[in-house]
C-alpha cells in the first residue's frame, strides 16, 4: 500500500507542476501579430524540399503565390529525386523555381539536403529572409506578413509557426490533439523566447529565418545530420540570437493520417533519437510516463484511500490540462477523459522506434531509412 501511496504523491506532484510551472504549455494560445507603423517590404525566399508529394504540393505552392505582401517573395521548389508526378503538379510561375536535388551525401538527411539545395539557389536573390516550409503546408493569405513582422518587431533571427494539423479521421481525432500537447510540454513556447533559458524549439512546417543567422551556424550543414531538424536549428540559432515559435490556427498541414498505424510511424520515426538513442533514457521515458499518465486512472481501483485520491485528484488536473489543445481543436472535451490512454498509445510508439532503430529501419520516411543502428 505504502508504494500505491508513493506512486499517487509522485503523480499529484508532477501534475501541480506541469500545470503551474511549465511555461503554462497546455494553455495553447495564439499569440496576436504585432502591429507595425509601416508595411513592411522585406524580400523572402520560400524553401520547399518535396519528395512525392503530388497530392498536396500544388495547394502548398498556391497557398504561397497568393500571399498578401507588401516585400518580394520567391519560392524554391526542391525535388528530391520523387518519383511520382509532384513536379508537374508544381505547375509553372515566374516567382517559383524548380531545382532537382544533386545526389544524397553521405551523412545528411535526405530533407536537408534538399533544404541546403534550395538555399544555395535562394541565396542568389540576397533575400532579408528565409521561409523553411513543407510541402503539405497550405499559409494563410497573412501569413508571411505575420512571420515578418513578428521578426522585425522583435529583432528575431528564427521565428517559427506550429500549423495546425489535419485532425479530421477517427484516428487523428483521437491522437493529434495530444501530439501537440506532447511537443509544446518538451518545448513550452514561453520558454524557447526567454533569453535566460536555455530550451529551444521550432515547428519545422513553417520557420522563418535571416540569412545572417544561417550564416553565424555555419549553414544548414551545421545540423546536416539531425532527423529532428527542427529542433536543432532552434538549439543552434538562440546559441547567439533570438527566437520565437507559436501557434497559429490558419495556416495549416492537409496532409492525412488515415489510420492508427501512421501515426505511429509518424511518432516512431524520430522519437528514439529524441531520447538520443538511450536504452536508460527509453526506460526512464516509459517509467515515467506510466507513473504519471496510467498510475492515476489505475489508482483509483486500489483499496487505499490515500493512493486513490492522489490518483483521482492527478487524473482531474490531467483533464484540465488537455482541455486547451482539444479546444484548440475543435474536439470535444470528453476526449480528456481518454488521454491515459492515449499516453500508452505514445508509449508504444516509442518502443517501436527503439525497435526500429536497432533493426536498422529508424527514421524512415519517403523510402529513406535515416536512422539505424547497424
Known sequence: MLLFELVGAVSLAVWIYLLVARGGFWLVSVAPIPKLDVPLAKSVVAVIP??????????????????EYAGSLHIILVDDHSTDATV????????????????????????????????????????DYFLLTDADIVHAPDNVAGLVARAEAGGLDLVSYMVKLQCQTLAER?????????????????WIAR??????????????????????????????????????????VKQGGNIWMGLTEETRSIREYASFGEILRMISRSAFTQLGHSVWLLAGTILGMAVIYLAPPLL?????????ACGMAAWILMMISYVPPLRFYRRSVAWALLLPLVALFYMIATVDSAVRYFAGRGGLWKGRVQDSGR
Not at 110 to 122: F, H, I, M, Q, T
Not at 174 to 190: G, R
Not at 195 to 203: E, I, Q, S
Not at 300 to 308: E, H, K, M, N, P
Open 50 to 67: 518535396a519528395r512525392n508529394e503530388e497530392a498536396v504540393v500544388g495547394q502548398a505552392l498556391a497557398s504561397l503565390l497568393n500571399q
Open 88 to 127: 508537374a503538379a508544381a505547375g509553372t510561375h515566374e516567382r517559383l523555381r524548380i531545382v532537382e536535388a544533386a545526389p544524397l551525401p553521405k551523412g545528411w538527411t535526405g530533407k536537408l539536403w534538399a533544404v541546403s539545395e534550395g538555399l544555395k539557389r535562394g541565396a542568389e536573390l540576397r533575400p
Open 174 to 190: 483521437a491522437l493529434i490533439p495530444a501530439f501537440v500537447f506532447f511537443f509544446l510540454k518538451l518545448y513550452p513556447p514561453s
Open 195 to 236: 533569453r535566460d533559458r536555455k530550451t529551444a524549439g521550432a515547428a519545422g512546417g513553417c520557420m522563418l529565418i535571416r540569412p545572417s543567422a544561417l550564416e553565424r551556424i555555419g549553414g544548414i550543414a551545421a545540423i546536416r545530420g539531425e532527423l529532428i531538424d527542427d529542433c536543432a536549428l532552434a538549439r543552434a
Open 300 to 308: 483509483i481501483l486500489t483499496r487505499d484511500r490515500i493512493a486513490a
